[in-house]
C-alpha cells in the first residue's frame, strides 16, 4: 500500500504545482513548494487519515490518549 500513498502524492503535487504553475526562478519553485508541503502535511485534511492533517494524525499517534476513535 506504501506505493500508493506515493502515488498519491506525486498526482498532487504534479497536479498543484507542476502543472498549474509557471515559475520564474528556482527560489519561486522553493518558495511556493515548502508552502505547498506547510498545507499539504499541517493544514489539508486527507481521506485516508480519518480526514485530519497528517501532523495532527501523527501527533495523535504519538499522545493516543487524544486521539479520536475512527470508524471505516
Request: hydrophobic share 35%; proline share 7%; aromatic share 12%.
Amino acid at each position: 500500500m506504501q506505493n500508493g500513498y506515493v502515488e498519491r502524492f506525486n498526482r498532487s503535487f504534479r497536479h498543484e504545482v507542476l502543472d498549474a504553475h509557471v515559475f520564474g526562478s528556482l527560489s519561486e519553485v522553493r518558495e511556493y513548494v515548502h508552502h505547498w508541503l506547510i498545507s499539504y502535511n499541517e493544514e489539508r485534511p486527507h481521506k485516508s487519515l480519518g480526514d485530519i492533517p497528517p501532523a495532527l494524525f501523527l501527533q495523535q499517534q504519538t499522545n493516543p490518549k487524544t486521539a479520536p476513535q475512527l470508524s471505516f
